[in-house]
Structures are given as C-alpha cells and as structure tokens.
C-alpha cells in the first residue's frame, strides 16, 4: 500500500511560501500513483482579493525551457535520446522560422555541440559556432564583438 499525500500539509507549506516570498497564489498540480490531486493557494487579483483557483491563468515566461531541458536530460539519462543526435533525428519536421537561426543549428552537431564544451577561450569558440549572425548566445551580450 502507497502513502497518500497530505493535502494539507502541502497547501500550509505552500501558503508559507507564497507568503515569504510576496507571491500571491500558486496553483499545484501532484501526480502520484496515477492520481491527480490539484489545488490553489492564495489570491488570483491583489485588488479584489478574489481567491485563486485550479482554473486560474498563469503567465509562466520562460520556464518551460527549463522544464523542458530537464524532461529531456531525463530521456537522456534514460537512454532514450542522444545529446549529440540533430534534433530532426527526433522531430523531423523541425524547422526554424528565423533564418538567421538555421545556420546555427545546422554548423550543430546536436543538442550539445563539443566545439562550445571545451576548457579553451568560451568566445572563441561560440564566435566560430555564430560566425557570420547578428544573434548572440546567452551570456553574451549582442554588441559585444565574438573571436
């Protein structure tokens, strides 16, 4: 027999939370054991005090690459796909609207690509990798001038 999670208990820690951290609701989704528990926590609008719900809508940003990179390093770890298989390898109709990127992704072996993962000068070599592009890899800022 599985241990049932506590709501409860979770609902309070999160309430915590939210409250430390000035944020006003959250809304949290469990699976376990094939069971869905959801629920919400805090206010959905600071001025009307109207209670969030398991419906409410969430502006999320960017945190779906992380999400996304981490299922796929869980796939990785699975054995499942390759770091340095070309991403058509598992979306074949993969293509980039941005021309400017393809070339990019094309000089990439795959998801990882070794000429950026060495313990040389780091601008030299993503200078290689975005040779010739106006778009610049995180960190870097996009006037700044790549080897």
């Known amino acids: 027999m599985t241990k049932r999670i506590d709501v409860t208990k979770i609902q309070a820690r999160v309430s915590e939370l939210l409250s430390e951290y000035l944020i006003p609701s959250a809304a949290i989704g469990v699976l376990h054991d094939g069971e869905i528990t959801d629920f919400a926590v805090g206010v959905k609008n600071l001025s009307t005090e109207e209670p969030a719900t398991t419906d409410t809508i969430y502006q999320c940003g960017s945190m779906t690459k992380a999400w996304t990179a981490l299922a796929f390093m869980q796939l990785v770890d699975e054995g499942k796909v390759g ?51 106006s778009l610049r890899p995180p960190g870097i800022d996009r006037h700044e001038q790549l080897a």
């Open 83 to 133: 770091l340095d298989e070309p991403v058509q390898t598992y979306l074949p109709g993969f293509k980039v609207a941005d021309p400017e990127v393809s070339p990019c992704l094309q000089r990439s072996p795959g998801l990882r690509d070794p000429r950026t993962h060495h313990g040389g000068d780091r601008r030299q070599a993503v200078g290689r990798q975005y040779e010739g592009s």
